[in-house]
């Protein structure tokens, strides 16, 4: 887990003035999917960090059906993510995200992307940790600022205070976030190539904590 100290250091090293440029990871070999994950696949990050988007070509990739709970507690509250605790009370939100995340993974293997904040509450941590292979896919501060600058669609984000409010849930959140089974680093790339970098990260987790799965090496 990242201290305080690692934390604002990280911030730090990810400002858009002060960040190096740094080279992007060479393309690995399109991998060939030769197997199912073995429970349903949760993504877990903040904002504008492609989990709908890698979600859905996840799924694509796999077979398997796509799921966004965002949209899923929003039906079934009648209103929007940032809507529900206004009309409902305090605690709705954490309350509506845990019983919908939990009806999901009763639901048979699936990908699912979750909101920003469904990783935060240990309820729901826990019940992704027993019933579900978390990944977290990890953007720095400059392109996650790329992706959500200007979109009216994140009821967390107040228009001109967004850099602000994302080094707030960097220090929130990444340490939770640090909990989940596999990580990984997206960058401004086209979405397959960080499509295939989830699938390889995928496969050597499964291959090492469920011996007896079938996974092809040709992953």
């Known amino acids: ?38 429970k349903s696949v949760v993504l ?6 492609g989990k709908t988007s890698i979600g859905k070509r996840l799924a694509k990739r796999f077979d398997l059906p796509f ?9 079934a509250a009648g209103c929007s993510i940032g809507e529900i605790e206004n009309v409902f009370g305090e605690g709705a939100l ?17 990908i699912i992307a979750t909101g920003c904040l469904s990783f935060s509450y240990e309820s729901t941590r826990e ?11 990890k953007a720095d501060l400059p392109t996650l600022l790329t992706r959500v600058t200007g979109r009216k669609d994140r009821p967390l984000l107040a228009p001109g205070r967004e850099e602000e409010i994302l080094k707030d849930l960097i220090v ?15 960058y401004d790339e086209p979405t397959n ?6 699938i390889i990260a995928l496969s050597d987790f499964i291959r090492g904590n469920f011996p007896d799965y079938h996974v092809l090496k040709s992953v």
């Not at 929130?172 to 997206?186: G, I, M, R």
């Open 1 to 38: 887990m990242l201290d305080d100290k690692d934390l604002k250091k990280q911030i730090e090293n990810t400002e858009p003035a002060s960040r190096p440029q740094q080279p992007m990871p060479s393309r690995p070999t399109t991998p060939i999917v030769s197997f199912v994950p073995p």
């Open 94 to 110: 954490a309350s509506g995200e845990q019983k919908v995340i939990s009806r999901l993974l009763e639901s048979g293997v699936q």
């Open 193 to 198: 190539i960080t499509v295939d970098r989830v």
């Open 127 to 137: 019940l992704i940790k027993e019933k579900a292979i978390s990944v977290w896919l």
């Open 67 to 75: 799921c966004d709970s965002d949209q899923e507690v929003e039906a």
């Open 44 to 49: 877990v990050g903040l904002m504008g960090c």
């Open 172 to 186: 929130s959140q990444y340490p939770l976030f640090e909990k989940a089974n596999v990580h990984v680093q997206t």
